[in-house]
């Protein structure tokens, strides 16, 4: 087949694909103007209310068996991509940077106390941000010791690091990369957005399409597990680069490939300039609905050509053993998991919170001796069922089995209208044993997860969603 050739049919079968999701979005699945909003905790982080340490971890039991996937932030970067909605601090900023880690490891200290542990146990380790590479090697080698000193890492079977390209590339980038594999850290996740230079200027990224292959080639010959990240629907991707960007993309030697759709309003703390951005005028608009998802399912045949099958939702692996330990154990288990430094948040069997998003509060929190959580909720009975639905859906499968463990009731018991409307629409599957998504459920996994949000927390209100069988306002109900 000739370039030409594959090409058109990767564009048809998008446009068959996408007539589908037409369908869908005249039924009531997708709102009218096709915005989502991701499904990542239940209740969704934004809905959180006030409130504080004390008040949150009020009677909180620790893990019987004393396990605690850990997350750290690390909101430090090179500069401000133009879609990214997550708050921090760009340049050097040394002193901040210093003070910012010593404050990182008093507030872990602090949690150690509350605990009543001397140190953790996790399963995974997960460093984010922000860009946790953006330390000085110094400082940065000087954290993952201290982090070191106050795990017990016998039994955490991933350790990943998030970066963008330009900081493991370059003489400062080979020594972070010597100080991980030092740290044993395992995994590292790539943010590369693109691969084609126009579109990562638009983006207003630090680095180009070489110093990001650059930046992989690297950490392979590093030996580590690496996973890269793009972003697909953003201003200045045409049908055709993005084409070229996944050939590029699944021509490197990596484990793991993620797709995100670009998210223009922020459903997290800060809002990016995206949401403003008038590049239009530059012939680089948003890409509309229909292109964005294209884009998507071309992504999707892409890698499935290139033996890239979805391990979690939205990452593909070669193996399916290789995913996000992190987020498997939160999402697909619902695992405690704790989570220090700014906007850091914690995800525990009953409960979740959220710290400051802003430096002073961070700061002052922990100097008066208080743990720097501002929002978060003990989830009701209702919202634990709900969770354990949504979660596990979104990401890989309901088993029924664990489902009444964690929630001690039937999946058969609840939501039975609801479940009934999904199978009859062909979005998910039961085989008595197991509850997922099918292949169209999957490519529209966050609407269809969304119908088992509560009427107060779905994504948009009701006008603006068509009023057919799949309006997801109707037959909410948990019914037992
Ligand atoms: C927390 S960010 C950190 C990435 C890292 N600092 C970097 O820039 O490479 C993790 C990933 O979320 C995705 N992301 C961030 N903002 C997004 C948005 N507005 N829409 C869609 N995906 C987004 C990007 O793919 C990014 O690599
Ligand atoms: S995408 Fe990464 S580097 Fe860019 S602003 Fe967001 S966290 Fe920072």
Known sequence: MTSNERKKQL???????????????DMGLICKDGDFVPSVHYPPITRYPDTNADECLKDFEYPADGFMDVYVHIPFCIRHCLFCHYPGKT???????????????????????????EKLKPRSILLGGGTPTYLPPQLFDHLLEELGKRMDMSCCKQYNVDHDPNSIIGEEGEQRLKIMKKHGITRLTIGIQSLDDDVLKVMNRSHNAEQAEEAVRKAVEYGFDVNIEFIYGHPGETIDNWIEVMD?????????????????????DRQGKINTYEGGRQGTAIPDF??????????????NENGY???????YAKDKRVFSHYAYNQCCNMYDQVGFGLTGFSSYHDRFDINSQYFDEYYSKIDSGELPITRGCRRSREEQIRQAIILPLKNRSVIKSDFLRKTGVNFDDVFQKKTETLKKYGLIEDNGKVVKLTEIGGFLADEVCEQYNSNMYKPFPRENFADGPLNPYLDNELSE
């Open 11 to 25: 564009i048809l079968h998008a446009e068959e694909v996408f007539s589908k999701v037409k369908e869908y979005q």
């Open 91 to 117: 340049g050097e900023c040394r002193d901040e940077k210093e003070k910012y880690v010593s404050y990182l490891i008093r507030e872990i200290d602090l949690y150690l106390k509350r605990f009543n542990i």
């Open 248 to 268: 590029r993309a699944v021509r490197l030697p990596v484990g793991e490939i993620q797709i995100y759709r670009l998210k223009v309003q922020a459903y997290g």
């Open 290 to 303: 229909k292109t964005t998802m294209m884009m998507k399912q071309i992504a999707i045949d892409i890698l």
């Open 309 to 315: 099958h979805e391990t979690l939702r939205r990452v």
